[in-house]
């Protein structure tokens, strides 16, 4: 039922002098009608914009009357029904005529209200899925609006995303001076997701990462120094430098690792939560509420193990939030050209679990989406899926020329920076003042700075280390007879490059 505008006449191939064709025309716009006076559907015309991609409203960090962006409520998910939300882009029908937009965000839709005697049933075993895009609806509050965070929580908040910044910028002068090798991608423009989220979890909780995952890990606690000295491939790295850029991992902080590889981590973090399941419910450890964080981009949500792990983690309830950056481009691929249905949140649904999509430019919003999610893993209800729709600032990589992107919709999320909204918000509010903000700017320099110095004075990896967490067992390939390493004889590497 996604085609609610095409004519009857494309409705069958008949022969027009086919006495049956008219009887078939006839049924055809019967049930039209009669799915049109008993559905109260969302459909959305084909999409019309100057440029191929949304853009995001300009709408002022933290408002909670976007339909699409606000917190959620847990109850709702169980116990309401909602209409279908179905789009197409690709057909060349009429349209029906349609309601004024309530957002211009790429999930955004027109309403077609026909009847509201009827209600969409998407029950699913038992209780009801839902499309999460009406659930987080808010209702518009007469008197002042209440703050969503105090002063210290704001603070914490802009300095985490400060922290992500400069340290980027920081890896791209370090990149093309030399300092790092292999491929380098950086978080710039995206850091509302990281911080919206990590900083609400606690140290126990895991974080599993892509090979964009710098700033996922200083988000969830690991030094600037150890970061840094991994990217510089030093033996003070957080993996002694064998990890490097895409490869990130700290067991004290519990990040599970950057994958290189596209979908990868995912079956990973639904491991880590299966384990937290597994002490809480057979161990009988009482305590053990422990929540995991697998974030991912939209070029993995055709990816065969999304799908799998979707349906393990709804199947078991695990607690696990699956947390999709959807930055529009998958490299050089636009989101809107790789997939059948660019609504990723709306995958949530069909495996019984919540989806809902998030204006991941505003760390506010992000926040309020996340502490509901995190809020449901932990309580034991329940995976949730948020596709936080937000965009780098850089190209893929920094071997990436970015010549793909149309510059003026570069330049448009540019003037949407997360980092500037939130500084807006503070200072409007009088959380913190400008003095504040700048002292904070200056300490996160005085910080990527000593973690570049530390970095490049640090020692690189021995010879010895080389084979390291290689085989299972140690002495089957890297130890001789005598016990010592095999590549620490200089004949050891003869007629190859030198290690």
């Avoid at 022969?15 to 799915?35: F, G």
């Avoid at 991941?360 to 936080?388: F, H, N, Q, S, Y």
């Avoid at 913190?432 to 690189?460: G, Y």
Wanted: charged share 25%.
């Amino acid at each position: 039922m996604g085609r609610m505008g095409f004519s009857p006449k494309h409705a069958c191939l008949t022969d027009e002098k086919d006495p049956n064709r008219q009887k078939i025309t006839n049924l055809t716009s019967c049930l039209l009608v009669s799915c049109q006076l008993n559905l109260h559907c969302e459909v959305r015309p084909p999409f019309s914009s100057k440029f191929p991609l949304p853009f995001f409203p300009s709408l002022p960090i933290g408002t909670k009357a976007t339909k699409m962006s606000t917190a959620f409520s847990a109850a709702n998910f169980s116990t309401q029904s909602f209409p279908l939300n179905h789009t197409s882009t690709t057909s060349h029908d009429s349209p029906l005529v349609f309601a004024k937009p309530t957002s211009q965000f790429l999930r955004s839709t027109r309403k077609l209200r026909l009847s509201s005697s009827s209600k969409l049933n998407l029950n699913r075993r038992s209780g009801t899925v839902v499309a999460v895009s009406d659930v987080v609806k808010q209702k518009k509050s007469k008197s002042t609006p209440t703050l969503l965070i105090t002063k210290e929580e704001g603070l914490e908040l802009y300095e985490d995303m400060v922290l992500g910044r400069a340290f980027e910028d920081m890896c791209a002068q370090m990149y093309y001076r030399g300092k790092m090798f292999g491929f380098v991608h950086l978080y710039n423009g995206q850091e509302a997701v990281s911080t919206g989220f990590i900083k609400l979890l606690k140290q126990q909780d895991s974080v599993v990462s892509t090979y964009r995952d710098h700033v996922h890990a200083l988000s969830k606690g690991v030094p600037a120094r150890a970061v840094m000295s991994e990217l510089f491939g030093k033996t003070t790295g957080c993996c002694r430098g064998q990890g490097g850029s895409m490869h990130m991992f700290s067991r004290e902080h519990n990040l599970l690792g950057g994958f290189a590889f596209i979908g990868e981590g995912i079956p990973v973090a639904t491991g880590a939560a299966f384990t937290s399941k597994y002490k809480r419910e057979v161990l009988k450890e009482a305590d053990c509420d422990h929540v995991t964080l697998a974030f991912f981009g939209d070029g993995t949500c055709n990816n065969g193990q999304f799908f799998e792990c979707l349906n393990m983690a709804a199947l078991w309830k695990l607690p696990i939030v699956f947390v999709v950056e959807n930055n529009l481009w998958a490299i050089g691929m636009s989101h809107l050209r790789s997939t059948s249905d660019p609504q990723i949140y709306k995958k949530g649904p069909a495996f019984g679990m919540p989806g809902i999509h998030v204006d991941g430019m505003d760390v506010l919003k992000v926040r309020e989406v996340a502490k509901e999610a995190i809020g449901r893993a932990r309580r034991g209800e329940g995976p949730t899926l948020v596709e936080c729709e937000t965009y780098r600032f850089r190209g893929h990589s920094l071997a990436d020329p970015d010549e793909l992107r149309d510059p003026a919709e570069k330049a448009h999320y540019a003037a949407r920076d997360p980092i500037t909204a939130l500084k807006k918000y503070l200072t409007e509010n009088n959380l913190a003042s400008d003095a504040e903000l700048k002292a904070i700017d200056k300490k996160i320099d005085e910080v990527v700075e000593d973690a570049v110095e530390f970095a490049d004075e640090s020692p690189v990896p021995p010879r010895s280390q080389l084979l390291e967490n290689v085989f299972a067992d140690p002495k089957g390939f890297g130890i001789g007879p005598d016990g010592r390493y095999r590549c620490e004889d200089p004949k050891f590497t003869e007629g190859t490059a030198h290690v």
